[in-house]
């Protein structure tokens, strides 16, 4: 009998070692690699799992690119407003001490150093990564801003700062320079009479009168009897206005005085009346000779008048006015343009003083002190009192004019070179603002400026939240906001102020020069004072808004490296292999699959034969 191997299953033992063959194989490729499997298909149900998790790591890494960009940009933008708040420093120090400096160091050097903070300043608004501008909002592929030069001598025919200031200095200290006020002496009888002709043979009417300059006359009595004229408004007579007064003679012959105001009249006729500009003393032209006419001759002229010369931005304007003397009666100032008056209705005594408060081109206070003085005046600002009244306010009046002629040079020059700076150096969503002329002495009004005859400083884009501007998307909701414009507040202050600065010069034959100096430099430390701070767009807290857009951005960098961690873990269960397992699995079939084929083989020698 043979008995043979069909009692063992040699075909499902062969697949088992198959199997394990298979399994061993994949586990010497899971001990290599550290990999679970080579495709997705082979993960099976896990597939898609990973797949989700891969997604939102691929999510998270271009968030982190965005992270980076916007961390990069931040270092140098802080590192710029770092700078630009030591130049600030650095500028307000330059003038806070000192005053002129020893041997007038400060006023010498003062404008060589603003030129230079100027233009590092203009460097630092025009810094770039990687081609991008940083300080024009999202216009990022040119400078924000022009060359210094540009800005300051003009280009192309267009006009640069210093032509602007040159304008406004010419607008706000007028022909005469007393920036653009009127001062006259008044008398103080608003109201005279007029009775019959010369040679008493006409008499005057009752009729109407016109004038041309806003002045009110009325008319009273008439007949044969003398006719008043009595004045609303002593304002004074403007050149060219003319006064119709109708007159009767006994022959009832219709006659008309026509009075011509103005001080240079090149021809006068018959029945004319001279009014000069600012002063009712005037007369009556008859057979070509001048007689008492509108007001006597020996009327009491103790009025003193200041006005604007007109409604416009430029020149001094009246504000306040006080004394401490009992002698003087004072009008406020009024109207549109304003005016004030002192009456002097006795004599003040040595040492009282009148106080006129002007509001300058730029905005800042000024007062002017009047003192009394018994003597001959030896300092700026003191007048002469006198017995008569009338000496005493012609003292006065002359005081007003050679102060508004001495300051001139000194606060109103230094008002206009900052008046200019805020004109041209427009902030968030101003226009560039010049002198409308020429002429420029006389101007009434600012004008905007156009591209064709004006250099624009900053080109970039103009947003009112200039933050807004640039943004960079670091996690699904999470936004940060860090765009920077020239034009905002802290950034234009320091260009006006430096600019201001460094236009300004002081040579040793200017008389006025250390007064001009002293003026310029308070303005400097007002305007860059710390107390600036807290205003929106300064430079402080640009720095602060920034500062936090920058935690924002490292909170989300820190997060998304936490949650990326999570998810290489999540990920690794899927993919890794387990080393350990592997191998006490590749140790474990090793084993079986030994004993497999040892039995196998000896099974594969089992016969009848072999077995007797």
């Not at 400078?143 to 032509?163: C, F, Q, R």
């Not at 010369?198 to 009897?225: C, H, K, R, W």
């Not at 004008?447 to 900053?458: E, G, L, M, P, R």
């Not at 430390?525 to 807290?534: D, F, V």
């Amino acid at each position: 009998m043979n008995i043979g191997k069909s009692l063992f299953p040699v075909s499902t033992s062969f697949s088992s070692v198959t199997n394990m063959r298979d399994r061993m194989e994949t586990l010497e490729i899971q001990l290599a690699t550290g990999k679970k499997a080579h495709t997705l298909s082979e993960l099976g149900n896990d597939r898609n799992f990973d797949m989700t998790i891969r997604s939102r790591q691929s999510r998270i890494s271009a968030f982190q690119s965005n992270i980076q960009t916007v961390d990069l940009r931040l270092d140098f933008l802080g590192n710029s407003l770092e700078r630009l708040d030591e130049i600030e420093a650095e500028s307000r120090g330059a003038v806070a001490a000192g005053g002129v400096g020893l041997q007038d160091t400060n006023k010498i050097t003062t404008q060589t150093l603003a030129n230079a903070r100027l233009d590092e300043v203009m460097v630092l608004l025009n810094s770039e990564v990687n081609g991008r501008y940083l300080f024009g909002g999202s216009y990022s592929d040119a400078p924000p801003v022009a060359s210094l030069s540009a800005i300051m001598d003009g280009e192309g025919g267009k006009d640069g700062y210093k032509t602007i200031v040159g304008e406004r200095k010419l607008a706000d200290a007028g022909a005469d320079g007393k920036g653009r006020l009127i001062n006259a002496t008044l008398p103080a009888s608003t109201s005279t009479s007029l009775g019959g002709a010369v040679d008493g043979s006409e008499l005057l009417s009752d009729a109407e009168i016109g004038f041309a300059n806003g002045e009110t006359f009325t008319l009273s009595g008439g007949g044969f009897a003398p006719v008043n004229i009595a004045f609303t408004n002593v304002g004074g007579a403007t050149s060219g206005a003319i006064l119709d007064i109708g007159a009767t003679d006994i022959d009832a012959f219709v006659a008309e005085i026509n009075a011509q105001a103005g001080a240079n009249i090149a021809q006068v006729e018959n029945g004319e009346i001279i009014i000069t500009a600012n002063d009712l003393t005037n007369s009556i032209v008859t057979g070509g000779t001048a007689t008492t006419g509108l007001v006597d001759a020996d009327a009491k002229l103790d009025i003193v008048s200041l006005s604007e010369d007109g409604s416009h931005p430029f020149g001094y304007k009246l504000s306040t006015i006080s004394s401490s003397s009992s002698a003087v009666a004072l009008n406020s100032p009024s109207g549109d343009p304003a005016q004030l008056s002192v009456q002097f209705t006795g004599m003040p005594l040595s040492g009282e003083t009148i106080d006129i408060g002007l509001t300058l081109p730029d905005g800042e206070s000024h007062i002017i002190e009047f003192k009394a003085v018994s003597g001959t005046p030896e300092n700026a600002g003191e007048y002469q009192v006198d017995a008569d009244v009338n000496v005493t306010a012609a003292n006065f009046s002359q005081a007003i004019t050679d102060e508004l002629l001495r300051i001139k040079n000194t606060a109103l020059e230094a008002s206009s070179t900052y008046a200019a700076a805020d004109n041209f150096f427009n902030a968030q969503g101003e226009d560039i603002m010049r002198v409308d002329g020429p002429p420029f002495d006389s101007a009434t009004a600012l004008k905007v400026a156009t591209d064709s005859d004006t250099v624009s400083w900053y080109n970039g884009q103009d947003s009112s939240n200039a933050r807004q501007t640039v943004t960079g998307r670091v996690d699904e909701s999470t936004y940060v906001n860090y765009g920077v414009q020239a034009n905002e507040t802290g950034f234009v202050d320091l260009v006006r102020a430096l600019s201001a600065l460094s236009v300004e010069d002081y040579p040793e034959s200017d008389a006025s020069a250390n007064d001009r100096f002293t003026e310029m430099s308070s303005r400097q430390l007002t305007r860059l004072s710390e107390s600036n701070n807290s205003k929106s767009g300064s430079i402080e807290l640009i720095t602060l808004e920034l500062g936090i857009a920058k935690a924002t951005n490292g909170s989300a960098k820190e997060r998304h490296t936490t949650y990326q961690a999570q998810l290489a873990n999540m990920l690794a269960e899927i993919e890794q292999a387990p080393i350990e397992e592997v191998a006490m699995e590749l140790l474990s079939l090793q084993t079986r699959l030994q004993a497999s084929y040892q039995t196998m083989s000896t099974v594969s020698q089992l016969t009848l034969v072999n077995y007797i």
